[in-house]
């Protein structure tokens, strides 16, 4: 069994949101990431993953977000041996400035350039490597 977890990569006027996430994490604490979070259990439902990542994003830094484009998914492991599955959406902000809404969450919100996100000490390599195929899905929607 996987849990699933939807991610979004919000760009604005030039950057990325990002934040780091709390010490508290299970997974990754601590390190810089895009907004998002696991898939509750809703038996037969329509666009899960769209309504979860909107929901997540609202609850995890108080914006809201429309124009969700699929950008990638990828599989791992968690430290304690979860199996995870996650996907990663374009999304377009439409309202709200983000601030860590939910401290057991998110330590820290900031906008960053892709240059600043490649060189950050706390940004793992999936990060990176979600934030370059965003960045050219991006370029294509334009």
Known sequence: MFVVNVEGAIYRDGKWLMIKRSEKE?????????VGGKCDLEGVSTDILERTLKREIFE?????????TYVNSSSFVTDKGTHVIDIVFLCQHITG???????EEVGEVMWMTMEDIMVHEDAPSYLKENI????NKLILTR
């Open 97 to 103: 400035e983000p601030y860590a809404k939910s401290m």
């Open 60 to 68: 995890e830094v108080g914006i809201e977000v429309e124009d969700l």
């Open 132 to 135: 370059t195929v965003a960045a």
């Open 26 to 34: 299970e997974h990754a604490a601590g390190c810089l990431s895009m």
